[in-house]
């Protein structure tokens, strides 16, 4: 018993120490679009109340933090959509206190009748919502008549300098491409080798722990095609970034062989569970090929670490392409599938050094 508490006790504080370390990288890849926000927030409140002289203009930082939002795409629809959506609200608010007063049925009342002008005049989601909250708004904390025009303006002023902070300072969705992608090959490369140990150890429980892991790349590569989409709707949006189109749209393309290396690393690590399980033997040259495969994609993930393209593993990959050509093929079922994901994921590989599907399947030679 106390050995069985002691070992749920070291579960439980790994599992801890994991959410922990969790958190905070979610944190410290939020941190500069946190930081971005409040700062802009501070700026809208002070051009607000200093410049403009309005007392207490709360929907400017409201304005500012709702258009920045949680990403880094779609802010002039989502500024367009914030500023319609206040303007709105606040008229319907700001009319219905002038008839009817606040109170409850008030609230509920002016919350359906502005959501309901926003829905007819064909608004978006984002802007339905922003409708009910600020008529919400004016009824319960802001009764104060005649004061609607300056509510819009200072709305206007906080999605007017989020567009600007958001045009001026974007350089964070720019680089998050690059370091997601180098990130789901880091895991490539990782599963790899974690492949090889089981299977030359002939540990069952391993290779179970790698086909998990191996799945766990399909939540990065979708993080990776967000942070791709983010990154061109920046330099799409931004004068100053226009030039920086070509790299990151080299980024974006990198989505699909991902995608595809990431599927084939799928079906090699359910394909060596199952030769464990039915205890099928696989050559060592396979072994081999996987941890020289491993090798070059950790190479190709510090390339993008560095700001490169993964240009030079492309010999590297050919070798690996050529060696695979040269092995030996045994009846084994299973070791035939490991050896032909491998021959995928090289050709996959290969398209990430900037050539496409055709040329990479002509570097691999045929099976002698």
Same mark, same amino acid.
């Given at each position: 018993?106390?050995?069985?508490?002691?070992?749920?006790?070291?579960?439980?504080?790994?599992?801890?120490?994991?959410?922990?370390?969790?958190?905070?990288?979610?944190?410290?890849?939020?941190?500069?679009?946190?930081?971005?926000?409040?700062?802009?927030?501070?700026?809208?409140?002070?051009?607000?109340?200093?410049?403009?002289?309005?007392?207490?203009?709360?929907?400017?930082?409201?304005?500012?933090?709702?258009?920045?939002?949680?990403?880094?795409?779609?802010?002039?629809?989502?500024? =367009?959509?914030? /500023? #319609?959506? @206040? +303007?709105?609200?606040?008229? %319907? !608010?700001?009319? $219905?206190?002038?008839? &009817?007063?606040?109170?409850?049925?008030?609230?509920?009342?002016?919350?359906?009748?502005?959501?309901?002008?926003?829905?007819?005049?064909?608004?978006?989601?984002?802007?339905?919502?922003?409708?009910? =909250?600020?008529? /919400? #708004?004016? @009824? +319960?904390?802001?009764?104060? %008549? !005649?004061?609607? $025009?300056?509510?819009? &303006?200072?709305?206007?002023?906080?999605?007017?300098?989020?567009?600007?902070?958001?045009?001026?300072?974007?350089?964070?969705?720019?680089?998050?491409?690059?370091?997601?992608?180098?990130?789901?090959?880091?895991?490539? /490369?990782?599963?790899?080798?974690?492949?090889?140990?089981?299977?030359?150890?002939?540990?069952?429980?391993?290779?179970?722990?790698?086909?998990?892991?191996?799945?766990?790349?399909?939540?990065?590569?979708?993080?990776?095609?967000?942070?791709?989409?983010?990154?061109?709707?920046?330099?799409?949006?931004?004068?100053?970034?226009?030039?920086?189109?070509?790299?990151?749209?080299?980024?974006?393309?990198?989505?699909?062989?991902?995608?595809?290396?990431?599927?084939?690393?799928?079906?090699?690590?359910?394909?060596?569970?199952?030769?464990?399980?039915?205890?099928?033997?696989?050559?060592?040259?396979?072994?081999?090929?996987?941890?020289?495969?491993?090798?070059?994609?950790?190479?190709?993930?510090?390339?993008?670490?560095?700001?490169?393209?993964?240009?030079?593993?492309?010999?590297?990959?050919?070798?690996?392409?050529?060696?695979?050509?040269?092995?030996?093929?045994?009846?084994?079922?299973?070791?035939?599938?490991?050896?032909?994901?491998?021959?995928?994921?090289?050709?996959?590989?290969?398209?990430?050094?900037?050539?496409?599907?055709?040329?990479?399947?002509?570097?691999?030679?045929?099976?002698?």
């Amino acid at each position: 018993m106390t050995l069985r508490a002691y070992d749920l006790s070291e579960r439980t504080a790994r599992a801890g120490r994991a959410s922990l370390e969790q958190r905070f990288e979610r944190w410290r890849s939020r941190w500069f679009i946190i930081g971005q926000i409040a700062i802009t927030a501070g700026i809208a409140w002070f051009l607000a109340q200093n410049v403009l002289g309005h007392h207490l203009p709360f929907f400017a930082p409201v304005a500012a933090i709702v258009t920045l939002g949680v990403s880094f795409g779609s802010r002039m629809r989502r500024a =367009v959509e914030v /500023a #319609i959506g @206040v +303007a709105v609200g606040v008229l %319907i !608010g700001d009319i $219905f206190v002038t008839v &009817f007063g606040s109170g409850v049925w008030q609230l509920a009342v002016v919350i359906a009748l502005a959501m309901s002008v926003a829905t007819l005049l064909g608004a978006g989601q984002l802007m339905i919502i922003q409708s009910g =909250v600020q008529s /919400a #708004i004016i @009824v +319960a904390l802001a009764p104060t %008549i !005649g004061y609607a $025009f300056d509510r819009w &303006f200072d709305a206007v002023i906080g999605a007017a300098m989020a567009l600007i902070v958001a045009t001026v300072a974007p350089s964070a969705p720019l680089r998050k491409p690059r370091v997601i992608a180098a990130e789901v090959l880091d895991d490539i /490369a990782a599963t790899l080798e974690e492949a090889s140990r089981a299977m030359r150890a002939g540990d069952s429980d391993a290779a179970d722990a790698v086909l998990e892991h191996s799945r766990r790349t399909e939540e990065v590569l979708t993080r990776f095609s967000a942070a791709a989409a983010e990154g061109l709707a920046v330099v799409r949006q931004s004068p100053f970034h226009r030039h920086e189109l070509p790299n990151v749209m080299a980024y974006a393309d990198l989505s699909a062989p991902l995608d595809h290396a990431s599927r084939n690393l799928r079906v090699l690590a359910r394909r060596c569970v199952v030769s464990l399980w039915r205890q099928e033997p696989v050559p060592t040259a396979y072994l081999d090929l996987m941890d020289q495969l491993a090798e070059v994609v950790r190479f190709m993930a510090i390339e993008l670490k560095a700001r490169r393209l993964p240009t030079g593993a492309r010999k590297r990959l050919v070798a690996v392409g050529d060696a695979s050509s040269h092995v030996e093929l045994v009846e084994s079922i299973s070791a035939v599938v490991i050896l032909a994901q491998l021959r995928s994921m090289t050709s996959d590989l290969l398209e990430l050094t900037g050539i496409d599907y055709a040329e990479a399947r002509e570097l691999i030679p045929e099976m002698d």
